[in-house]
């Protein structure tokens, strides 16, 4: 069997460096959730498989993120080292210095505090001057900010008598613990400061630099696996929603689909479009019908990706945007079996078509057909092509990524790289301090994290165990992105893509029926209604909410985006 080390797609632009997979990179410093769940669920769970890829390249987003975890368990440890060294070294001056940050924080609380209490208070003696009707909610604000700033400064006032209070109770002159608390101000700055800066530095090499390649048995395997031919995934499970529960039936066909990682399910020929394979002339159907068949699946998926290989060009107009097509099989996680040596490698050509041919086996191949805008917003096509019972059936789905999310998009910002951001974050570390200071109990979730690593060097979806199931249980691009009712302009793009890649399927469909001298008539009839229907297949050219008709009819109080959601067909 031949077999090499990874799946990659047919396409011309080498390795997947886009926007998408840097914005993730990026992510993972600025969002600790992320970076927890990227580390957590994906690198150390070696039992399960990978979900594939759309648009990014996973393996640059768990490189950075276990930088961002390693700069910031490093951050935490200095931190406690510091205090911890200080409490040891000079209690006195320790607690000096915390008396000292504390007044500079109360100040600092105190001068906000001032800037909006005072102009509130300025109003409120306008309107009673002019007897004007104040909003409580104003008078509220006001008392806020009020309560705060005289907290804020009788903190501050008994902060200022405690260094001299902490220097007669240790004995030591006042000077004397001054120049020890400036010793451990300095240590303090410099870790805060340059931590901070380290950790800014390493966000701008999201950016700019190399994108990291697998280097390590863990990341090769997540390169190959998300990259696969083979996708495991999982079926519904056996309750089904309550029957007045409308939202989760919606959500169902989405959420258990079994593209996973190819975003939201937006487009769905139900049931598949099926025709006759009968022979161009008069007479019943026995008459008509082929013996031996024109031609097998396998035969028409390959004239398809010829077709479809011409949208692969120069970003012009006679190509779309990143456009990429590929096999993928499909199979369910009961079905997996003991026996995995398939999920080592890439199976050979003739071993798909043989699947291919093979339409009630365990194993459901889809032709998968891309494009994105930078990876940013992807729309995949998958269309499954079966000859069963002396007939073609097709089926066809679309699915879409919306964009990442914008706080991820912090680096295109003006301003936002450069010497001058890196000194802005090492400032705001400083001020950040007590709260890295709370934060540094999560050291205790450290050795947890480096044995769940260390497990994941073996390959354990290779190795059947009783009981565990290997399919991909998230993905990465899936969970971070933007919800579909914000993508307004989006939707426009992605339902312009889909029709076009449906279009020209099916009328390369039709080229080769009509070259098999099949008859064509049922299937060219159908094919049109798909392509001139957008209500039927789309579902997002009228929308009737909350509306009853007929007799003893009831309303829904349904989501107003409920008329949005995929679920039309043909006929």
Not at 147 to 176: D, E, F, Y
Not at 220 to 246: C, G, L, S
Not at 436 to 449: E, F, G, K, Y
Request: include cysteine.
């Amino acid at each position: 069997m031949a077999r090499s080390r990874t799946v990659r797609f047919e396409r011309s632009t080498g390795a997947v460096d886009s926007k998408a997979t840097r914005y993730l990179c990026a992510g993972v410093y600025l969002d600790r959730d992320f970076r927890k769940m990227v580390i957590r669920r994906v690198y150390n769970d070696s039992k399960h498989m990978v979900a594939p890829s759309y648009g990014f390249d996973l393996v640059p987003v768990v490189v950075h993120a276990w930088r961002a975890w390693r700069l910031e368990t490093l951050k935490w440890m200095l931190v406690l080292a510091v205090l911890l060294g200080g409490i040891a070294w000079a209690p006195a001056a320790t607690a000096a210095g915390a008396a000292l940050f504390g007044l500079c924080w109360s100040a600092a609380v105190a001068v906000r505090s001032a800037l909006v209490a005072l102009p509130l208070k300025a109003k409120e003696r306008a309107d009673r001057f002019l007897r004007r009707v104040r909003w409580n909610s104003e008078s509220n604000d006001l008392a806020a900010h009020l309560r705060s700033l005289k907290l804020a400064w009788t903190g501050s006032g008994a902060l200022v008598v405690a260094v001299p209070v902490i220097s007669g109770i240790a004995g030591i002159p006042l000077s004397q613990l001054l120049q020890q608390t400036a010793i451990m101000g300095v240590l303090t700055v410099l870790v805060a400061c340059g931590c901070g800066a380290a950790h800014r530095g390493a966000l701008h090499q999201t950016a700019k630099s190399q994108l990291p390649s697998p280097d390590s048995h863990r990341y090769r395997a997540i390169d190959e696996q998300q990259h696969h031919t083979f996708v495991i995934y999982r079926r519904a499970p056996k309750e089904e929603p309550e029957p007045e529960n409308f939202r989760d039936i919606l959500a169902l066909d989405d959420s258990h689909k079994p593209f996973v990682g190819a975003g939201r399910l937006t487009h769905r020929w139900n049931p598949p479009l099926n025709i006759h394979l009968l022979q161009i002339g008069e007479g019943s159907m026995a008459d008509r019908e082929f013996d031996p068949l024109p031609f097998k699946a396998h035969e028409l998926v390959a004239y398809l990706k010829y077709e479809m290989q011409r949208l692969d060009g120069q970003d012009d107009a006679t190509s779309l945007p990143d456009f990429e097509k590929a096999d993928r099989i499909y199979v369910a996680e009961p079905d997996v079996g003991p026996e995995r040596g398939w999920l080592q490698g890439a199976p050979a050509t003739g071993e798909i078509n043989e699947i291919i041919d093979r339409p009630f086996d365990r194993f459901h191949h889809f032709l998968e057909i891309r494009t994105s805008v930078s990876g940013e917003l992807v729309t995949t096509v998958f269309l499954r092509t079966t000859v069963k019972g002396r007939a073609l059936s097709l089926d066809f789905a679309a699915c879409a990524l919306t964009r990442t999310p914008d706080e991820y998009h912090v680096l295109d910002g003006y301003g936002e790289t450069g010497v001058i951001a890196i000194l802005r974050a090492a400032v705001r570390a400083l001020t950040e301090l007590p709260t890295d200071i709370m934060q540094s109990w999560r050291l205790i979730h450290v050795p947890a994290t480096l044995l769940g690593a260390l497990r994941a060097r073996r390959a354990r979806v290779l190795y059947p165990k009783r009981g565990v199931k290997i399919g991909a249980k998230l993905s990465v691009r899936e969970e971070k992105r933007m919800s579909w009712e914000t993508a307004q302009l989006d939707r426009t793009l992605i339902s312009d893509h889909v029709k076009l890649v449906e279009d020209r399927l099916l009328k390369a469909a039709t080229e080769f029926l009509r070259e098999k001298k099949v008859d064509i008539s049922e299937f060219e009839e159908r094919a049109t209604n798909i392509i001139n229907t957008g209500i039927m297949n789309f579902g997002e050219s009228m929308n009737v909410n909350n509306s009853a008709v007929g007799t003893n009819a009831v309303r829904l109080d349904l989501p107003e985006n409920f008329g949005s959601s995929s679920g039309g067909g043909h006929t």
